[in-house]
């Protein structure tokens, strides 16, 4: 096979060797805005022969359980993210000398099930084009997904002293990095070779807390706020 296969045809392979849970549609959309990606197609032919022949093929099926997870919770590009989302709920912004941060309340596009949007927190990164100036027009975003929020939460309340997420953007090139700092949180974004970071101030830290908790218990009603305190504790504690 030279040529890539379709999402179809991932999608009822890796179904064959017991993965499952891809989003069809989503999946298509990944494909298509990859396409001209030579290192992505080469890696997706052999990876989807390694698992069709089924010889060896651990390694294989990793690599597309890798991508389903990415897929799955891929971030809203940035030029279709809807205007609607910053009438969601409060933001709140962070200033350093070289970028800007502004968390806020947001929706991923995957749904629960009751097909309601899923709560969770946006962070967005500008660099300093001037002095108390940002490029906004240049944002690059950074939605967590369900299973980064409460590591998120857990970091800016210094259940842990450092925490980062990967694997994020069409590319999957985009980073973010949390640490504990005596006067605040370090926050990080990095976007390819583009890095932004900024030191969030404890006073600031809360309300990005409150945020996390808002997401968090529209997501989960049936837990109190002690509840998913203790709950973030704990799996902040083995990481």
């Not at 698992?51 to 990415?70: C, I, N, P, Q």
């Not at 993210?81 to 933001?91: A, K």
Request: aromatic fraction near 8%; charge should be neutral.
């Amino acid at each position: 096979m030279n040529q890539a296969p379709s999402a179809e045809a991932v999608v009822n392979l890796c179904r064959q060797r017991g993965l499952e849970g891809f989003d069809l549609r989503k999946l298509k959309a990944s494909f298509a805005n990859r396409a001209n990606d030579e290192r992505f197609t080469t890696d997706l032919i052999l990876n989807y022969k390694a698992v069709a022949k089924g010889v060896d093929d651990a390694s294989a099926l990793h690599w597309f359980s890798e991508m389903k997870r990415a897929t799955n919770e891929e971030p809203i590009p940035e030029a279709n993210r809807s205007p609607r989302r910053t009438n969601i709920g409060p933001s709140y912004k962070a200033f350093g000398n070289t970028a800007a941060l502004t968390f806020e309340l947001d929706e991923l596009r995957s749904t629960d099930a009751n097909e309601q949007p899923i709560k969770t927190v946006a962070i967005e990164a500008a660099r300093s084009n001037g002095p108390n100036s940002y490029n906004w027009d240049t944002k690059v975003i950074i939605q967590l997904t369900r299973n980064e929020l409460p590591l998120f939460m857990g970091a800016m309340l210094g259940m842990r002293t450092a925490w980062e997420a990967s694997g994020h953007g069409q590319v999957h090139n985009k980073r973010l990095k949390v640490a504990r700092q005596e006067q605040g949180v370090f926050v990080q974004v990095t976007y390819g070779s583009n890095v932004m970071s900024v030191r969030v101030d404890h006073g600031v830290a809360f309300h990005v807390v409150a945020l996390c908790m808002q997401a968090l218990q529209a997501q989960y009603p049936h837990l109190s706020p002690d509840a998913i305190l203790t709950m973030c504790s704990y799996v902040c504690a083995g990481q």
